[in-house]
C-alpha cells in the first residue's frame, strides 16, 4: 500500500510550479488530488477546479465541488501567491492589500472552507506555501515579504488553534525556485542568461531550488508518517537563509 493510498488532497495554484509539481508528486505517491487554480491547467488525470482564492465565493464553491469529486478532504496546500517588486516608497497601498488578499487571507478562506471535511478526517493537514522572505530581509520585496511573514504568523496560530482536534498545520519556506514566474522576471530582463547567472551565484548551493524538491517537503509534512510535526516551518533554500559562505 502506498503512502497516501486513500487520501485525498487539494491544492491551491495547483496548475504550474511548486503547485503543479505538488499535485503531480502527491498523485504518484497514491493520493487523489483536485489542482485549483484561477487559471487550470490541462494536466490528463488531474481534476482541475477553477478557484480564486481572493474570492471568499470562489472559493466555497471549489472546495466543495472537490470535496464531492474526491470522496472529502485529508489534506490542504495552501500555494497560490503573488509577487510583487519595490520598497514601501514606490510601491502603492492597493499592492500591499492585494498581496495580504491572495497570499494570506487566500490560506484562511481554503483551510476554513475545508475545515468541516478535515474534521472528518484520519489524519488532517495543512501545508502553506510560505518563503524565506518571511526570515531574510530581501531587496525590493516589502510588500511581498510583509504577507510571508504574516503567514508565517497565522501558520503558528492555526496549529495551535486546531492541535487539538488533531489537525496538524506546518509551512515550507522555499528560497528562490526554478519556476514560470521567476522564469517571466528573468526573460524581462536586458540579458536573460546572465541574469540567471548572477541569480545562481548567490545561492549558496550555486543554483535555484526545484519545485520538485519543495514538492517533495510539502509531501513531507502533510504525510501521516509525520504525525508529530505541526507548527513547523521546514526551509528549502538551499541554506540560503542561514549560510553566508565566501565568494569563490
Sequence with gaps: MSEYEGFRAIVTGGASGIGQATVLELQARGAKVAALDLNPGSDAGITQI???????????????QAAEILG???????????????????????????????????????????????????????????????????????????????????????????????????AVMPGTAATPWVQRLLDSATDPAAERAALDARQPLGRLVEADEVATAICYLASPRSGSTTGALLAVDGGSHGLLPIPK
Design 50 to 64: 477553477t478557484c480564486d482564492v481572493s474570492d471568499a465565493e470562489s472559493v466555497s464553491q471549489a472546495v466543495q
Design 72 to 170: 472529502g478532504i485529508d489534506i490542504v496546500v495552501n500555494n497560490a501567491g503573488i509577487g510583487a517588486r519595490g520598497t514601501i516608497e514606490d510601491t502603492p497601498d492597493d499592492v500591499f492589500l492585494s498581496l495580504f488578499d491572495v497570499n494570506v487571507l487566500g490560506a484562511v478562506r481554503v483551510t476554513r472552507a475545508a475545515l468541516p471535511f478535515l474534521r472528518q478526517s484520519d489524519a488532517p493537514a495543512v501545508v502553506n506555501t510560505c518563503s524565506i522572505a518571511a526570515w531574510t530581509g530581501l531587496q525590493q520585496r516589502a510588500a511581498y515579504s510583509t504577507s510571508k511573514g504574516a503567514l508565517q504568523a497565522l501558520t503558528l496560530a492555526m496549529a495551535s488553534d486546531h492541535v487539538r482536534e488533531g489537525i496538524r498545520v506546518n
